[in-house]
């Protein structure tokens, strides 16, 4: 086949060729081929010669099973091999490559954990702590799943109903304080996600979580707020009556209806009975956890609303979703 001559071309690499094997014959270089017009010379076999030897140390499949060659080094030392360095400024490089070490290790990689903790790798510890209840959770609606700035309010009935929900949406919590077992859990918490305590046998610490909470939903893309409006734990058969607290901060309220099938497992907590430890193993030593989870379309107080009215509206939307008693108290 006769050769095919071309253009000076560079290889995909830094490694410029006068002669290149390819499928469809020799590409030469033309000033390689303008030299040879001018007279055989004893040298010109070399470039052949030369062009074979390439070929064996470098073909073009090979070499596209490693990492590409740099015209310009990046600072990452993994690619050092893969690029030619000029020697003759080695301070100034070594100097930047310092700077960009500390911000890759100590700026974007924190960061970057930080992220993937927040969200999705949040979401895949939950559902791993979830694992030893044999928890199966049924989603509908998933298209009203809450929004960052928002208030998401549900029925409680376990203190894993956090787990549920935010197996799927990472939430901010709020919650009243504890001690002993259930505080370390409630300090484990604090660390993953943004949370707000508060006790309510102190008048002053409620006007404080209503500003703490007005705060979080004006932050820029933050967390929706998971509250449980009747603050304890009821048996899942109905809904008692909610608190006014959060409904009157201003910002969307997210209903959210859970339902526990009490066929594999009793997931009320009564708290007078057992101790969270104790709850945790009777559960783990039922059948499953079996829940379904509706995500209701979100709501604001009307202009004709005060806060009673409004958290008494979205307490029965959520009995009415939940198949469950709606409680006057």
């Known amino acids: 086949m006769p050769p095919v001559f071309l253009a000076p071309d560079?290889?995909?690499?830094l490694i410029e060729r006068d002669i290149q094997l390819?499928?469809?014959?020799m590409r030469v270089n033309t000033e390689?081929?303008?030299?040879?017009?001018?007279?055989?010379?004893?040298?010109h076999p070399s470039?052949?010669?030369k062009c074979g030897i390439e070929a064996i140390i470098e073909d073009s499949v090979t070499k596209r099973f490693t990492a590409a060659e740099l015209?310009?080094?990046?600072?990452?030392?993994?690619?050092?091999?893969?690029?030619y360095m000029k020697k003759d400024h080695l301070n100034v490089l070594l100097a930047v490559w310092v700077l960009g070490f500390f911000i890759r290790y100590f700026i974007f990689f924190p960061c970057r954990i930080g992220k993937w903790l927040r969200t999705s790798g949040l979401e895949s510890s939950v559902r791993l702590?979830?694992?030893?209840?044999?928890?199966?959770?049924?989603?509908?609606n998933v298209e009203n799943r809450p929004k960052p700035n928002t208030i998401c309010v549900a029925n409680h009935t376990t203190p894993f109903d956090w787990?549920?929900?935010a197996s799927d949406v990472t939430y901010a919590v709020v919650g009243q304080k504890h001690a002993g077992f259930f505080g370390l859990v409630e300090r484990i918490i604090s660390a993953a996600v943004p949370a707000v305590w508060f006790d309510r046998s102190e008048v002053l610490d409620r006007h404080l979580t209503a500003a703490r909470l007005k705060e979080h939903v004006n932050l820029p893309d933050s967390e929706p707020l998971l509250i449980f409006?009747?603050?304890?734990?009821i048996n899942n058969t109905s809904v008692m009556k909610f608190k006014k607290g959060c409904f009157e901060v201003g910002a969307p309220i997210h209903p959210v209806a859970i339902k526990y099938n009490p066929l594999f497992a009793d997931c009320f907590w009564n708290s007078s009975q057992d101790s969270l430890l104790q709850y945790t193993f009777k559960m783990m030593t039922s059948w499953a956890m079996v829940v379904d989870v509706w995500y209701l379309p979100p709501t604001r107080i009307r202009p004709e609303e005060d806060g009673i009215a409004f958290a008494r509206r979205v307490q029965q939307s959520i009995a009415h979703c939940g198949g469950m008693l709606d409680m006057d108290w």
């Open 229 to 233: 409006p009747e603050g304890t734990c």
């Open 10 to 13: 560079i290889d995909e690499d």
């Open 22 to 25: 390819t499928e469809g014959g």
């Open 32 to 43: 390689l081929l303008n030299n040879e017009k001018k007279g055989f010379k004893l040298h």
């Open 129 to 140: 702590n979830l694992c030893p209840f044999s928890a199966v959770i049924r989603f509908h």
């Open 71 to 83: 015209r310009v080094w990046n600072f990452l030392s993994r690619n050092q091999s893969y690029v």
């Open 47 to 49: 470039y052949l010669v």
């Open 163 to 165: 787990c549920v929900l």
